[in-house]
């Protein structure tokens, strides 16, 4: 089998470069873990955001950003013809006096981002929450469909004969004056997005990764509504059918992916003070997530290997700015003397 492109991984990296290779007509095809290994993309809420509610700052960017990523999901709605996106608004209580205090400091350079919950939200907000230190709310948020997206996707891809479900062993890729063998498949170049595994990877082992494991509740609360997305140390985000995405938690040194109960319990404890409605744990996920030392985002071709490039490191943000760094790296899997540029710019300084 001879393609232009070999991804590795099919994580929101992987799916986000794929699709804009698909929309250029240009072949490829994706070596994927089975679909029970766990997927940091799985586990994460998904949610495009403007404003960082832990220090009350406008998110870098976001603005372009948002532009590129709500074209980018509206395309693939469009060829997978099915809902991907959801626009809603956040109503966040501040859990203490300091953080109300942040917030009000604050709120002069976020008046794009804010506004007044109106009458029934304010009743609504009284009625199902404990909140003592009242609300803001933030509008417009976006909600992308991880599980949609990334199922939708990979079902479009098996259909097409795109997509090989199985643990890639980077022995068995060899890098060649022509381009790259992967046993019995012949590539132009290769595109590592493999997630928390490339740390291991022998091309890109001496970047500098962190990993660290995310954990996320998955909670039935029938009486909360689903047109927004709530904040209070952790975040619901509606996940259909009276569900809500509850995370998350972050752990920088384990040994396992077990679900950690400690962290389950102390979730559903504040959960039980500040709902006043009944909720039920239907599932607790984990995932390895592939962050690096200064949320150094990992895009580019490698320097000694221009054939072999790497797509990474997205971290909390990567729904909302993965698709304009999915743009940037076909810019430099197609323009050579781009990708130089940008390999001296970036990687080389490690690699």
């Known amino acids: 089998m001879q393609v232009q492109y070999l991804i590795i991984g099919q994580g929101i990296a992987g799916t986000l470069l794929s699709y804009l290779l698909w929309k250029n007509n240009k072949s490829f095809l994706i070596i994927d873990e089975p679909h029970n290994a766990p997927v940091a993309s799985r586990v994460a809420g998904a949610v495009i955001n403007p404003v960082n509610v832990n220090q009350w700052s406008a998110v870098p960017g976001y603005a372009s950003h948002l532009d590129a990523a709500l074209k980018f999901y509206a395309g693939m709605e469009a060829s997978l013809g099915i809902s991907l996106i959801q626009k809603l608004s956040m109503l966040v209580f501040p859990e203490n006096g300091r953080k109300k205090q942040l917030f009000e ?27 003592g230190f009242g609300m ?39 890098i060649t004056g022509k381009g790259v063998r992967y046993r019995e498949i012949i590539a132009e170049k290769i595109i590592f997005c493999e997630g928390a595994a490339t740390a291991k990877n022998p091309f890109f082992s001496k970047l500098p990764f962190t990993p660290n494991r995310g954990e996320a509740l998955l909670l039935s609360i029938p009486a909360l509504p689903a047109d927004h997305i709530y904040h209070h140390r952790v975040r619901l985000v509606p996940a259909g059918e009276g569900l809500f995405w509850c995370g998350s938690n972050y ?14 319990q102390q979730t559903e404890d504040l959960l039980t003070k500040w709902l006043t409605v009944s909720f039920k744990t239907v599932d607790h996920r984990v995932a390895e997530r592939p962050t690096t030392a200064g949320q150094q985002v990992l895009v580019g071709l490698h320097p000694a290997f221009p054939r072999v490039a790497i797509f990474n490191g997205l971290g909390t943000k990567g729904f909302s700015r993965g698709p304009a760094l999915a743009g940037n790296l076909y810019d430099q899997l197609e323009n ?16």
Not at 105 to 131: S, W
């Open 251 to 264: 752990r920088w040194q384990f040994e396992d992916l077990l679900p950690d109960q400690n962290w389950r």
């Open 136 to 174: 803001v709310k933030l509008s417009p948020v976006w909600k992308v469909n991880a599980a949609e997206l990334l199922s939708g996707w990979s079902g479009f891809l098996k259909e097409k004969g795109l997509l090989i479900r199985e643990r890639c062993k980077t022995e068995d890729c060899h």
């Open 105 to 131: 400091g604050h709120r002069q350079q976020l008046v794009n981002y804010i506004q007044l919950p109106d009458d029934e939200e304010q009743v609504m907000g009284k009625k199902l929450f404990n909140a």
């Open 336 to 351: 050579p003397t781009l990708a130089e540029g940008m390999a001296a710019a970036s990687l080389k300084k490690w690699l």
